[in-house]
């Protein structure tokens, strides 16, 4: 029997032993293993804490390493608020007398267990429980689809055609005329409107590039977008993601800031982009800091976003080094496909894709592209997908609204689908009855 004591002792891990060993030191010969681990969890968190501090104090003084003298320093730091003495007896005791000088509420008469209203009970709960949002918006619904932007990211005009580097650019010119202003166009983006019922209850915005402000500006008021309640992004490139910082203006008034959904690949860009915001001990302070709540997501994992289900849609969007495709997101949610930026559409994706009422797509130029699709591969896409409605959208400043609408005219005839150029400030209202109208 000794030899088998022995023998565990062996397998006991160093710290363990420590901690008995101070423990019996203090009289204590014998206690449940769950409290040595708890011991050793908050021995274990209070180094980290004192090493943590300790390099603070090194780095500010200009040290390479930490040394025995930033170390006591972090200890005698941390002594005036992680140890201090208790109050004494007289205090509990004067405390205990006033307290039961309140009678407690009287037991009502019944069966069972006699006991207090739970209020002043030990029974009641005392923690939150992160609600499921399918069953806080059962009846949940996405009425509206509102285009911020359906432009690439250099937007339409371009400065350069308008100053007469390329004088013969007709997009560019119709884009400042009242008649053709179905041609300027801003960063892709859109804002999914979920309600219940007669009332909205959350906007999701899609993408947050470099013109968010100045969509927000224009078409928030007309649209009577009032909040922004969550951010989806497909990728992390700069027409989608450097708007975030402009988020600042709603995170003042929202108490508990916005939670923003991304993969981990985008989530590396946005730190490195805006590490402050990320990382608010990194902000230079005087200026006010949006409050995003980061959300990384894996590819092949659904969202529930206020009791819609956001499926990611991984597709390529063109190369990122020789022989490495770089992918970007899109997302299907309430039977929209909505995909900004696609050079190529995996098998997967299709599958995910081929039952959607409405397909919003990827329509760059005319002419193929190396990470978008061109206006015929859109065409392609709808053709074999076959929703209610295509949609095309993310236009550079080579391909004309107007020229499209008359292209399509006698495609839609022939394939007997219903495709239309988006617009920024575009609508679309899904009813009650799930008919499609375009704003």
Known sequence: MENTKESDQEHVPRDIKLMNILLQSQGIEDCEQNVLNQL?????KYTIDVLQDALIYSEHAGKKEIDLDDVRLSIQGRVNYSFTNPPER????????SCNKVPL????????????PEKHTLTGINFQIVPDMRDMYGNAKVTEVVFLGTGTSGCIPSIPCLVGVAPDCKVCSSSMTKEGRKNRRRNTSIIAKICEGESVYKSVLIDCGKTFYESAVELFPKNNIKS???VLLTHGHADAILGLDDLRQWTNYQRNGIDVYMNNETFKVVSQTFPY???TSKATGGGEVPKLNFKIFDNDETLNIFGIDFIPLEVEHGIQGPGQTYLSLGFKFSGISYISDVSFIPKKTGREIANSDILVIDSLMWIPHLSHYSYFQALEAIEMYKPKLGILTDFCHRIDHFDMIKD???WQQEKRLKVEPSFDGMVLEITSDDDIIIH
Do not use: Q, T, W
């Open 228 to 230: 922004i309640d969550a």
């Open 408 to 410: 399509l005219e006698n």
């Open 40 to 44: 050793l969890e908050f021995a274990n």
């Open 90 to 97: 007289e205090f509990y005791m004067d405390l205990a007398e």
């Open 277 to 279: 915001i990320v990382d």
């Open 105 to 116: 509420p009287l037991i009502p008469e019944k069966y069972g267990v006699r006991l207090p």
